[in-house]
């Protein structure tokens, strides 16, 4: 199956992003924080994905791809930070994320080819790719399926570890992705009506930051208007409500450690060491063995699983250095 080509630029670059007005006189800014310098749409197959880009037009391209229930606008604080050096940082909002279309069924298949057609829309060889969480573990299956097209992988924090589930025989393991698929598409046959609860700037932050509860209220705040839509009643995460939190479609993202041993480009992986609910619990000892050969471990300790956001400079230190 080819891949789309990208769908004409929006057109819109710095100067016009950060004019756009703060929501209800709130100041939409964030020390640190830079919105991207252009916007474009990326078709994969029908369904049209939110593709930023910070830096230069010509400079070097690196793929950036997000976590679950996230957005390319949390690496607001990151993606400025290389692009200052020089690098093109692309990232896109998943489907059913932020401002990229909705689907009627979402599977981990499908993220990887978005991810494809992304990459496509950039460059026909190879370029270094970043992610973090769901979009680390994502970055893995990309780089596992396509080592010809990354050439040197950065994994934030996205490195479920098998000790969160035993391991099953082969013959169990068939039954499990019946049941998987079963329930997946229960809750999508429940969720497909539904619609996201409304509020305010300040509800929307506060219910995320339940989740994030490292990171600092006044973040929370700067990307309600990013991620979310202010509509009559209040506004909403744009999240397509029928995703549900721990999958993504039929997928369990402990199944995506296995990759990570065969690779064979250039691999760093940083884990953030204060445990939160949003992480998958991985420890040092569970990613040190399966490194591949001239992989990279960094542990960072006094960060949570957002470590991109929480120390945004050491990160960008870690992956400049990486990608030299």
């Not at 393991?173 to 998987?180: C, D, K, N």
């Amino acid at each position: 199956m080819t891949i789309a080509a990208p769908v004409p630029t929006a057109g819109r670059d710095r100067a016009r992003l950060a004019s756009e007005p703060g929501p209800e006189g709130v100041d939409h800014s964030y020390p640190g924080a830079r919105r991207p310098d252009r916007h474009r749409w990326v078709d994969s197959h029908g369904l049209r994905l939110s593709t930023w880009e910070w830096g230069p037009a010509d400079g070097p391209p690196v793929l950036f791809a997000h976590g679950g229930f996230d957005f390319a606008g949390t690496y607001d604080c990151l993606a400025p930070l290389l692009a200052d050096e020089g690098w093109r940082v692309v990232a896109w909002d998943q489907r059913g994320h932020g401002d990229s279309d909705h689907a009627p069924l979402y599977s981990w298949e499908a993220d990887l080819r978005d991810a494809a057609a992304v990459l496509a829309s950039v460059t026909d060889g190879a370029l270094p790719v970043l992610g973090h969480s769901k979009g680390g573990a994502l970055a893995l299956q990309l780089a596992d399926a396509c080592p010809h097209r990354v050439s040197r992988l950065v994994n934030l924090d996205g490195l479920p570890s098998a000790r969160s589930w035993p391991d099953v025989p082969e013959h169990h393991r068939t039954r499990l992705r019946a049941e998987e698929l079963e329930a997946w598409l229960d809750h999508r046959a429940a969720a497909g009506t539904k619609d996201r609860r409304p509020g305010t700037i300040e509800d929307l932050a506060t219910r995320r930051g339940r989740m994030n509860p490292r990171l600092d209220p006044a973040w929370l705040r700067y990307v309600v208007p990013i991620g979310a839509r202010r509509s009559d009643d209040g506004w909403r995460w744009k999240i397509d409500p029928s995703m549900r939190m721990g999958g993504f479609g039929p997928w369990r993202p402990e199944w995506s450690m296995w990759r990570l041993p065969s690779l064979g480009m250039p691999v760093l992986c940083v884990l953030g060491l204060e445990l939160e609910v949003m992480g998958w619990g991985t420890l040092p000892e569970d990613v040190v063995p399966n490194l591949p050969p001239g992989g990279r471990y960094v542990g960072l300790d006094g960060a949570g699983h957002f470590l991109h956001i929480e120390q945004p400079r050491r990160i960008a230190d870690l992956v400049l250095e990486h990608l030299s």
